[in-house]
């Protein structure tokens, strides 16, 4: 779930993470963490400033490295017909803003909705520290923030008819590892059904995850979606974060 490190702060020497804000929501506890980060080189005054997201003490974001997050809104956009004008992007999972930073800073996108369960997360972004990725785009008379749950929002929510040409998802660490049990049913045959209602015809989902998952592909076939694939992101080493795409017919 994971632009660049924000520039405008620097930490000290400790390499402990710090508790900025800790609240308990309908879902349970999330937590905003800032940590020192690398130097960028051995005459730098101070490493950069990382924040981290935790949820129910399980890791889920932080701002050292949104290549992924930036990935999953390219892939989308690429993946839509040329020549589709002004397409519509649903955001699920505000999480450390470098997806919706990335919306905003492609003049092609027309609709761009975010939407967040969690309204600590939306107010770190709109009077906290992590302003310093989402300032700009939550700015952008393009954007609107849903304070909601998205497997709700995908099911009807407040505006059953609304569709979207792109759906841009990352709530989680992946289909194969929640944060809580009930984002299960988004991967589920239902859920993946509600995606597909959702979209516009052509339209692409594309799902974040922090590993590649072989079972959600055949998912998304089972489900009717075409143009199946993964894009990874390479890592030294390790499991490389994914995007799983998938088009709706036409």
């Known amino acids: 779930m994971a632009s660049v490190t924000p ?26 963490r800032q940590r020192a980060g690398s130097p960028a080189g051995p005459d730098a005054p101070a490493a950069p400033v990382i924040y981290e997201i935790i949820a129910n003490g399980c890791f889920l974001m932080d701002t050292s490295d949104g290549r992924s997050e930036r990935l999953l809104i390219d892939a989308a956009l690429e993946g839509l017909p040329a020549d589709r004008e002004r397409p519509s992007v649903l955001i699920g999972g505000l999480g450390v803003g470098f997806s919706l930073a990335r919306a905003a800073e492609q003049p092609r996108w027309g609709r761009i909705t975010v939407v967040e369960r969690e309204a600590a997360v939306i107010d770190w972004h709109r009077t906290g520290p992590l302003s310093v990725v989402s300032a700009a785009a939550l700015a952008d008379p393009r954007c609107t923030v849903l304070h909601t749950d998205l497997v709700a929002h995908l099911r009807g929510g407040t505006d059953p008819r609304a569709t979207y040409d792109a759906l841009c998802l990352d709530i989680d660490n992946g289909p194969d590892w929640t944060v809580t049990d009930d984002n299960g049913s988004l991967y589920s045959p239902t859920g993946l059904a509600a995606c597909r209602d959702r979209l516009s015809p052509g339209g692409v989902l594309a799902v974040w995850s922090a590993q590649p998952s072989p079972a959600f592909e055949a998912a998304l076939r089972n489900a009717g979606f075409s143009e199946v694939r993964t894009e990874e992101i390479p890592v030294v080493r390790g499991v490389p974060d994914v995007v799983h795409l998938a088009r709706k017919g036409a």
């Open 7 to 32: 520039p405008q702060t620097t930490a000290g020497p400790s390499a402990a993470p710090r508790t900025l804000d800790r609240r308990e929501g309908p879902y349970g506890e999330v937590v905003l």
